[in-house]
């Protein structure tokens, strides 16, 4: 049978600011409504591979098997790219699009999933033609919102339609905000949120639909942290439960596997399970979750999460003395939504041998994880969350456009930190879209100050530099008080110093010089990209330049990490005239060790969550670490790996803190 226990905290830190558990606030992509149906379905679009490119084909992925192609179902009833799709728990709707013509259209197509080989059927039509629009709904409702019309203008037009008589044409609802095309949509029983895209460099706005009211015009709610388009809304923090084995004196069991569920009723903690005589202490036990309610069923009852994502909670345990570390974001994200907000609430995890073990003759004996309640620091079981904090500021590692990098690490992207008395603060009256604009210059005889005309970059494709206004940059912020620029930079390579300015505008504005309002000027010294004849084995000297001997629980240093070329030779004039500079590492990472035992209480997090990598500026790298995760009254290590030529490669040095009370 399964051992139930809580956890309090999703985690001590869930991210650098305050997480709202309001439902105006989402973290999973518009729910497709199954029910214990296991496909899911992707229509139309364009393939330069095919002929004619623009396609009615319908994929079909099997949930159970996903490894294995997608099957091609009936097709739509015409072709077109620029869709959008919504669901309920029958059919499944594209609407909308551009045609081979070209020309936008206003068909939607119902694909039933019963007969899913049969060409798709119209239904009823969108209000007027349009594509690069999003949708997103409920089980009684499809919404489809924004889009571009046929002369390319954005539109706010919100299209509903009524799945019960899909026959009749979608109704106008109230409008979004702000018209939109190449936007993004998810949302939740209650309400439909569609964010971000086109016109401009991208919006920041997210506009959220009452599906009890949706005559009134979208409301606008917290925005995006930055302008953009062709986005999709999914969540960006993942987590983890985390539990440790015990060791017990008893025969381990081996070759198992364990699940995981969230439980759906709410229980008392009890003493928990004897080990020792197999007695249950009080409740909660196998009959009863409080002390005259009984489980229903026995044993305990769990959100069956099926029916919100497909998703399998497990861990495998091969000699039975492993630690479990289980991805369960699915089921965080609804206890962070609530049960008020198309989630469920939190009443911890049950943890249970698979059914087929469960029901089996064979014995599992005795495996024991240490409990929240246990004396030892770094062994209660906690969950943790896991996401890319890292602000990659170019402003020390700026270079010139080159044909030896890629159009994407051509990029270079500039930083600008508004503090206020100490504090980051937003910049007032920059209306919705929040953009902040930069224009550069070259310098004066003397590199003393910005002169002469703005510089003139290359147009790109994202909206950061038009072609209407090539000596602007368009940005926007990223959280608050902090504003980013990206852009890759094609002047003339004599340049050696660049001043950029940011200002506030409009999308009408030349250049930095018509602002009546210029926030910042800053210096850039760039460089350039070079080959060479030999394969070069790059080592580094590192150094922690603040690190201080000790700290308390409640400090959060952000520590500076000096790195130079090993070796690195210095003349005599640069000795003598500067200082050492800083070598910034792109990839670099840490971890914490425990001292006296050698215990690695953080790892590298060198996967897909990045959640140990440094940030960097002009000053070189650093990092943000919060004491409160180490345990008082002992010795740290700290170690860094960077990630060069391809392989992680650990720095020899070792930094020593020590955390006290």
Request: aromatic fraction near 12%; glycine fraction near 8%.
């Amino acid at each position: 049978m399964g051992g139930i226990f809580g956890l309090n905290q999703v985690n001590r830190k869930r991210s650098k600011g305050t997480w709202s558990t309001a439902s105006d606030v989402w973290l999973l992509a518009s729910p497709v409504l199954v029910k214990e149906r296991l496909f899911g379905y992707f229509g139309a679009g364009q393939s330069f591979a095919e002929s004619p490119s623009i396609l009615s084909t319908v994929d079909r992925i099997d949930y159970n098997n996903d490894t294995a192609t997608a099957a091609v179902r009936g097709p739509l009833s015409h072709v077109r790219q620029g869709v959008a799709g919504v669901s309920n728990l029958n059919f499944g709707y594209f609407g909308g699009g551009k045609d081979t013509t070209p020309a936008e259209v206003t068909i939607v197509d119902r694909i039933d999933y019963s007969n899913d080989t049969a060409t798709a059927v119209a239904k009823g039509p969108l209000s007027s033609a349009r594509y690069k629009l999003a949708a997103v709904g409920n089980s009684d409702f499809g919404y489809f919102a924004g889009g571009a019309s046929p002369s390319n203008t954005a539109k706010s037009t919100v299209d509903r339609l009524d799945f019960a008589n899909d026959v009749v044409a979608c109704v106008t609802k109230g409008s979004l905000s702000v018209a939109s095309y190449r936007n993004t949509a998810t949302g939740n029983l209650s309400f439909g949120y569609v964010g971000g895209g086109h016109p401009g460099p991208g919006k920041t706005i997210v506009d959220r639909i009452d599906y009890s009211n949706d005559t009134p015009t979208a409301v606008a709610k917290g925005n995006l942290s930055v302008a953009r388009y062709r986005l999709a809304a999914s969540g960006n923090v993942n987590f983890y439960l985390n539990m440790y084995n015990a060791i017990t004196p008893n025969t381990l069991p081996r070759d198992f596997t364990l699940n995981f569920y969230a439980v759906d009723q709410s229980w008392n903690e009890g003493d928990g399970l004897d080990m020792e005589e197999y007695k249950d202490l009080g409740t909660s036990n196998w009959t009863n979750r409080l002390e005259t309610t009984a489980w229903a069923p026995a044993g305990g009852s769990f959100q069956k999460t099926s029916s919100v994502t497909p998703w399998n909670a497990n861990a495998y345990f091969e000699n039975g003395d492993e630690d479990a570390s289980i991805d369960v974001t699915p089921y965080v994200e609804q206890w962070i939504k609530g049960a008020g907000g198309g989630g469920f609430a939190n009443y911890g995890f049950l943890v249970a041998l698979t059914p087929t073990e469960e029901s089996g003759s064979r014995s599992y004996y005795d495996k024991k994880f240490f409990a929240r309640s246990t004396q030892y620091f770094f062994k209660r079981p906690n969950l943790e969350a896991r996401w890319d904090s890292a602000e990659t500021d170019d402003r020390g590692n700026f270079f010139f456009s080159s044909s030896l990098a890629t159009a994407a690490n051509n990029i270079n992207t500039l930083y600008l930190y508004n503090y206020v008395k100490g504090q980051l603060q937003d910049i007032p009256n920059l209306g919705d879209n929040k953009y902040v604009y930069v224009s550069l210059f070259s310098g004066s005889l003397d590199n003393s100050e910005p002169t002469g005309a703005a510089l003139i970059l290359s147009p790109d494709n994202d909206g950061r530099v038009r072609a209407a206004a090539p000596t602007v940059v368009t940005g926007g912020v990223i959280s608050t008080g902090i504003y980013t620029a990206s852009f890759a930079f094609t002047g003339s390579t004599t340049l050696t110093d660049v001043f950029d300015i940011w200002f506030t505008g409009s999308l009408n504005t030349t250049d930095a010089t018509e602002a009546t309002i210029q926030f910042h000027t800053g210096t850039i010294e760039p460089k350039t990209l070079d080959s060479s004849n030999i394969n070069p084995t790059t080592q580094y000297v590192t150094k922690v330049v603040n690190l201080k001997p000790s700290y308390t629980t409640s400090e959060e240093p952000k520590l500076r990490v000096f790195t130079r070329k090993k070796d690195w030779s210095p003349t005599i004039y640069t000795v003598a005239n500067s200082e050492i500079e800083t070598d910034i590492v792109d990839k670099a990472y840490y971890r914490v060790i425990r001292t006296v035992d050698d215990l690695e209480v953080i790892s590298y997090g060198t996967g897909s969550d990045q959640q140990t990598r440094l940030s960097y500026d002009v000053s070189g790298n650093y990092f943000d670490l919060d004491m409160s995760l180490l345990q008082e009254g002992y010795m740290y290590d700290l170690k860094f790996s960077y990630y060069l030529n391809g392989v992680y490669k650990e720095q020899p040095e070792t930094f020593k803190f020590r955390v006290e009370d």
